[in-house]
Nanobody, 125 residues
Framework: QVQVVESGGGSVQTGGSLRLSCEVS????????LGWFRQAPGKEREGVAV???????GYVKSVRGRFTISLDSSKNTLYLQMNNLQPEDTAKYFC???????????????????WGQGTQVTVSS
């Protein structure tokens, strides 16, 4: 059974940084696709970043150059380092996991079988 638990959200001012963590248990690291999504009030859930077992890394355009996704498989933990945060980054952030060999279509939430409960990120101006 795969379990996904996020942590690390909080409130920061514009330009600040946060690092989100996601502990993923029960997943074998020979085949996976691990993603971060976010959902702001009144908006659809949006794919933010992904990392795959084939070394694929992807980002939504709005966070490129500011966010970095990484995986420490020895700790079963996925990270999202978020720098230069902007008010439009305010959302609930979710970690998602799937046993896929590739991350094709990574930005579509229906690709992922396992989801965390989310962690809130609030950026004030």
């Amino acid at each position: 059974q795969v379990q996904v638990v996020e942590s690390g959200g909080g409130s920061v001012q514009t330009g600040g940084s946060l690092r989100l963590s996601c502990e993923v248990s029960g997943l074998t690291y020979d085949s996976y696709c691990l993603g971060w999504f976010r959902q702001a009030p009144g908006k659809e859930r949006e794919g933010v970043a992904v990392i795959g077992s084939d070394d694929y890394i992807g980002y939504v355009k709005s966070v490129r150059g500011r966010f970095t996704i990484s995986l420490d498989s020895s700790k079963n933990t996925l990270y999202l380092q978020m720098n230069n945060l902007q008010p439009e980054d305010t959302a609930k952030y979710f970690c998602a996991a799937d046993r896929s060999r590739t991350c094709m279509g990574w930005a579509h939430e229906e690709k992922y079988s396992y989801w965390g409960q989310g962690t809130q990120v609030t950026v004030s101006s």
